[in-house]
Structure formats: C-alpha cells, structure tokens
C-alpha cells in the first residue's frame, strides 16, 4: 500500500487481508511485478556492488576474472534492467529503489 493512498483504500485492504486474500494497491503493483520479472543474477550483483564502490571496468573484470566485455555487458543488462539511465543511475537504483530526498 502506498502511503499517498486514501484512508478508503486503506480500509478495503485491511478488508481483504482480514478475509485471507491477498492485496497490493495498484500504484504498488506494476513496479513489483516489473522487479520480479528482471531480477538481477548473482553476477550481475557482484558487478554492480563493485561498480557501487568505485570499481572500474577493469578492476571489476580483474576481481570477477571476466573479460572487460563481460563486465560491460553485464552494465548494460544492469542498466536495462533497473530501467536506469546509466552506470551511476543503475547503482543509485540499487542503493536506494524508491525515490530519494534529492533524487528523483
């Protein structure tokens, strides 16, 4: 439930949770969904919290024993995953998921 919904809203869920179904408010559950469809591998975490840290392409690739192609593929699915603009938008994501003070 997002704290922006109605006290109506609120109600219906408490509602539905009472009787044993299930309930995700719909300005919820599209981003769910789209999280459960393209979860990040392994892999693709371990990149992208070294990339977190400061890691460069090579320095990722010489940690994980990939090839720098590897490493930026990996970026790019990272990227295309989290819907992110870029290397820093992907790890902003990650790092904090729902919209930051200061950060849309």
Avoid: Q
Wanted: with cysteine; proline share 5%.
């Amino acid at each position: 439930m997002d704290k922006e919904g109605s006290p109506e809203n609120l109600v219906h869920g408490i509602r539905r949770v009472a009787k044993g179904e299930r309930f995700v408010d719909d300005s919820l559950g599209f981003g769910f969904l789209k999280a459960a469809e393209m979860p990040l591998t392994g892999r693709e975490l371990s990149v992208l919290s070294l990339a977190a840290e400061g890691a460069s392409v090579a320095e990722i690739a010489g940690s994980l024993h990939l090839s720098h192609g590897t490493v930026r593929n990996y970026m790019a699915a990272i990227t295309r995953k989290t819907g992110a603009r870029n290397r820093i938008d992907a790890i902003r994501r990650r790092v904090c998921p729902t919209p930051c003070a200061g950060h849309p």
